[in-house]
Structures are given as structure tokens and as C-alpha cells.
């Protein structure tokens, strides 16, 4: 069945790089996305990637598609503390929109 | 993009009561979501809001528990029936306006059972 996996938790300081990774089953997934979610609130799209992409860069944020691995990763350039959040990815079945959520990393940004 | 309300944005309710949470979209849109995210966890997809018809349901969610409408392209309601403890979690409404992969996302309705 599918299944979408993330590591729970990744502690930078402020001014790094962080790389938040994800791996899924579903090879018909058509986008893949990052969803960002601070405490208390609801869910941000961050940013998404149609699945024929390898990469797409938007700003700070930088998604890399490898989709023979089947591994989505997103990196943020110089972490803010207002970055810290917890952030999903999730895939979509085929083309339906219906998401399938991984468990999502805890990012914690230290001063 | 697509500006999403919810209503309530949190309650607290009796165990065997139902609760209707409202979703408005400032536009409209073709697909429509509701999501469960229990406390602690992720989210998990419950049912398709399909406009004029019957909601489709995923495994697990039945419509007994979780009646839908969707009367239009823009609005559309979840209830939660003969609630529990297990039921407190956060229900969320997601939309996709057509023109993008993009998924939207509401508030949230944060629902405590007691």
C-alpha cells in the first residue's frame, strides 16, 4: 500500500541549511508537496513539484525529486527561527488530489 | 490561490452530541477534502466533498459517522456524529481550485470531546 515516510526530527542552528527528507511508495503519484505547520494553526503549502520535475527552487525553499529512489527532499537555505514547525510532505494518489501525509519532521531552529 | 474559512475554529463538546463544521471558499473550486488530524499525528484523508452527490469515503470513515454536503462549488459541511473521546482531533477542509496541482488548506476546526 503507500507509504510516506519522513525522520521525526532535525535540530539546526540559525544562519545553516536544513534538508528535510521523505520517501513514498506510490510511483503514479502525480505532485508531491511540503506542507508547514506551526503550533496551533492549520496547514501552509509551502511548495509543490509535478512529478516529471527533478528539482524546483523557490527562494529560500529548494525541492529535489529523485523519483527512481523514490525520495523528496526540501531544503531551506538560512533557517530562521521562524522556520521552526513541523513540515509534512505528502504525495498524491494518482490524480485524484487525494494526499497521502508522512509523519512529519519536527525542525527546530536554535539562535 | 484560495482563501478557506472554517467554522468553528474550536469547540468542546459533550460525548453522544454531533457537530457541524462549515468550510467557505472565497471562490470556486473543483475538489473538496476533509481531513482528520489526531492530536500528536498526522492527517488522514476521510472523505471527497463531491458537489450534488454522495461524499466518497475512505477506508475506515463511513457515512454514518461522518455525513457530508457539498450544496455548491464554494461551501461545504462535515458533521460529526455521536461524538467520543477518540473523536477530538483537528478536521480540516482542503480544496484544489483546477488550474494547479495546489492544495489548500483551512484553519482547522480543533474539536475536544469530553
Known amino acids: 500500500g503507500e507509504d510516506v515516510e519522513q525522520s521525526l526530527f532535525l535540530s539546526v542552528r540559525e544562519g545553516d541549511s536544513s534538508v528535510i527528507n521523505c520517501t513514498y511508495t506510490?510511483?503514479?503519484?502525480?505532485?508531491l508537496y511540503w506542507y508547514k505547520q506551526e503550533p496551533g494553526a492549520g496547514l501552509q503549502l509551502l511548495t509543490y513539484i509535478f512529478s516529471n520535475m527533478d528539482m524546483k527552487q523557490d527562494q529560500r525553499l529548494t525541492v529535489l525529486l529523485n523519483k527512481k529512489d523514490k525520495h523528496l527532499s526540501l531544503r531551506i537555505a538560512d533557517t530562521q527561527t521562524g522556520d521552526s514547525a513541523i513540515y509534512f510532505c505528502?504525495?498524491?494518489?494518482?490524480?485524484?488530489?487525494?494526499?497521502?501525509f508522512g509523519s512529519g519532521t519536527r525542525l527546530l531552529v536554535r539562535p | 490561490s484560495a482563501v478557506i474559512s472554517q467554522k468553528p475554529s474550536r469547540d468542546i463538546c459533550q460525548r453522544g452530541t454531533s457537530l457541524t463544521i462549515q468550510c467557505q471558499v472565497d471562490s470556486q473550486v473543483t475538489m473538496m477534502f476533509w481531513y482528520r488530524q489526531q492530536p500528536g499525528q498526522s492527517l488522514t484523508l476521510i472523505a471527497t466533498a463531491n458537489q450534488g452527490s454522495e461524499a466518497t469515503y475512505e477506508s475506515g470513515f463511513v457515512i454514518d459517522k461522518f455525513p457530508i454536503s457539498r450544496p455548491n462549488l464554494t461551501f461545504s459541511t462535515l458533521t460529526v456524529s455521536n461524538m467520543s473521546p477518540e473523536d477530538s482531533s483537528i478536521y480540516l477542509c482542503s480544496v484544489n481550485t483546477g488550474s494547479t496541482g495546489e492544495l489548500f488548506f483551512g484553519e482547522g476546526s480543533r474539536l475536544t470531546v469530553l
Open positions: 506510490d510511483s503514479s503519484s502525480t505532485y
Open positions: 505528502a504525495e498524491s494518489m494518482d490524480s485524484s488530489y487525494k494526499l497521502i
